[in-house]
């Protein structure tokens, strides 16, 4: 029995607590929805700012002779 483990790309940032919670939301949403990235982490510090990290799959195509 094999298993198979899914690799992922990560991308992180960082947002100043300037950034409102509905323009993090609709950054957040776009990323997902037109470019294939899931949200790992968010980490809101005490002083405001954002520190996400996304993730997406690789997908690699096996070619076959």
Not at 20 to 44: F, I, K, M, N, P
Request: hydrophobic share 35%.
């Amino acid at each position: 029995m094999s298993t198979t483990s899914a690799e992922y790309e990560f991308q992180r940032f960082w947002l100043p607590r300037t950034e409102s919670r509905q323009s993090v939301r609709r950054l957040l949403t776009d990323a997902a929805e037109y470019e294939g990235w899931e949200l790992a982490r968010l980490r809101l510090f005490p002083d405001g700012r954002r520190r996400i990290t996304l993730r997406r799959r690789i997908i690699r195509v096996r070619r076959t002779l």
